[in-house]
């Protein structure tokens, strides 16, 4: 595949049928009375209960149903969501799956996430706490196995998967004006820009994204690919990646509008979440909801749309640590 | 009303329509692999997501619903859940609505649910901790405006609407073998297992109790009502109460079998809900989970069903306090 056309995505959604699961919608009509200045109604996609937990899931299954040679298996160097979510889908398909994992991670990688790839029957394999570490890790895995490696999000099947969120969405409410997504390396921000404007062409796409790691916003105001500084440090820990030369240009494309929303914001948006939608989100999930409650300019430019989609990205979250709100309040 | 026929449960669901929130089913594959020891498959209801996060607003809504005289409006000596969805309910009907409440609950009554009411526009009463104040106070009420006293659970047209759960759950899964549900007073209980088993004479019903609160569970024995002794003390703050003379009659002619659980096993079942389906309960609607967990006599006498039903009430818990695990591990 060269590029993401909105028939990819489609048929990445027929793939993904029986397999991933078409996760619910909410409203709340607190929200809306407190954050929908006029008559703002507010949807919740929950991809909390997707399969692991989060839409990982989704690109990370296509990715695998479209392996040229399967059975050599597969490789990631994420410890995260995506870790998590190839390990299932390489065992749904019975294929062998290895997982670069930096040791020592006290944040990004919640021990949650490890136990669960391990659970799936996958190889993790650690490495020193650098990049170059985790690609030389990767190489070395690929020429020993022929596995094949699958990036997080810098890959044409993988956002084909993630923008199936945003096909199921518009499916389940048609009439959204805009839909605002959380943005890290772009893989969901861009599947889901494409697939939303094919179905229709006058809906808004939006990025939320945290202050801290603000390589989105940076690289639209500039009009060219700005990666963040060196280890940038937000609560929204799925969000630091900078995006890559295969999400970018769809972004710059697509996306109409981003906005960024303080780590205090954040957790009071996961709070609202968590206590008044009953579901349990990670932090990186809370950026789109901090974005609608906080931000003034998105208030201020999205004033006269009705129906606002936000999608909660994911639920791992490692419950035994004290939560974000009780140590900051 | 003299007793709760299924045909009334029928009508308290059509009063409901559209008003109460149609709960969503949820499966999990890890529950069924670790706890399904014969391919059993779990389902678990989630009133979480009903009005105001937890079942009681089907039967204060169909009470309001049902009143003589509702412009005087109402009057209840609960501050939990059922203050909180009589407050919404008389809201909805913009009839007055008041609460006794007791001073100082340490955990009775979180401030959240506290906030609520008052968002709902109800008016509290304060009185002291004990039981005669506050049948003092709500007769106060009564005298002074003829609002009609709507009892937690000890009132017929609050069991029918509590009813309607199982209406509504054999709707999404008509083969259920059995539901499991959480006793306290025994509003849900009772009126769920009329509706159940009128639809199918078959199912059996279930209910998970704490073992520090254990009525349901001595009254089945010694097949006579007996009371909770003084101030039982649980996690489960919503069980504490006693079955009324309109509730036990029903459960000891409906209800197949009683299981109890420790305080240790609530939490950790707690604990699996927000972790691994990621929805926010509190530990009341947890106990039907900890019996499924860890009760060995549920498991020996359910080993041949294969679709088990379980009823999560809710999901209004203080989670700016430590959650329970993260004191107790």
Not at 318 to 323: A, F, G, M, R, S
């Given at each position: 595949m060269q590029r993401v056309e909105f028939e990819e995505i489609l048929k990445a959604k027929q793939k993904l049928k029986g397999f991933a699961n078409v996760t619910p919608v909410f409203t709340n009509s607190t929200f809306n009375k407190l954050y929908g200045e006029n008559n703002t109604n507010f949807h919740f996609k929950a991809?909390?209960?997707?399969?692991?937990?989060?839409?990982?899931f989704r690109g990370a299954f296509n990715a695998v149903e479209n392996l040229e040679n399967s059975s050599k298996g597969v490789v990631t160097h994420s410890s995260g969501n995506h870790g998590q979510a190839l390990s299932l889908a390489a065992s749904m398909k019975n294929i062998p799956c290895y997982v670069v994992e930096i040791r020592l991670v006290p944040c990004n990688a919640p021990k949650v996430k490890k136990d669960a790839m391990k659970d799936y029957g996958a190889i993790l394999i650690e490495c020193e706490p650098n990049l170059r570490a985790r690609e030389e890790g990767c190489a070395e895995i690929i020429k020993k196995t022929g596995a094949e490696l699958i990036h997080p999000y810098n890959n044409f099947h993988v956002i084909s998967g993630q923008g199936t969120i945003a096909v199921e969405f518009l499916e389940q409410v048609s009439n959204l004006d805009c839909i605002i997504l959380p943005i890290g390396g772009g893989g969901m921000l861009s599947g889901c820009s494409i697939a939303a404007k094919a179905i229709n062409p006058n809906i808004k796409i939006f990025a939320a994204e945290p202050a801290n790691a603000d390589d989105c916003y940076r690289s639209k105001k500039e009009g060219k690919l700005v990666k963040n500084e060196n280890a940038p440090r937000s609560i929204a820990d799925g969000l630091l990646t900078s995006m890559g030369d295969r999400t970018w240009p769809i972004i710059m494309r697509n996306v109409d509008d981003v906005f960024i929303v303080s780590e205090t914001e954040i957790i009071d948006a996961m709070y609202f979440v968590f206590e008044r939608l009953k579901i349990v989100i990670e932090p990186s999930a809370a950026v789109g909801v901090a974005v609608c409650m906080f931000n003034s300019e998105f208030k201020k430019k999205t004033s006269c749309l009705k129906n606002v989609g936000i999608v909660l990205s994911g639920g791992n979250i490692?419950?035994?640590?004290?939560?974000p709100w009780q140590i900051v309040h």
């Open positions: 991809e909390s209960f997707q399969k692991v937990g989060a839409f990982k490692d419950l035994k640590k004290n939560l």
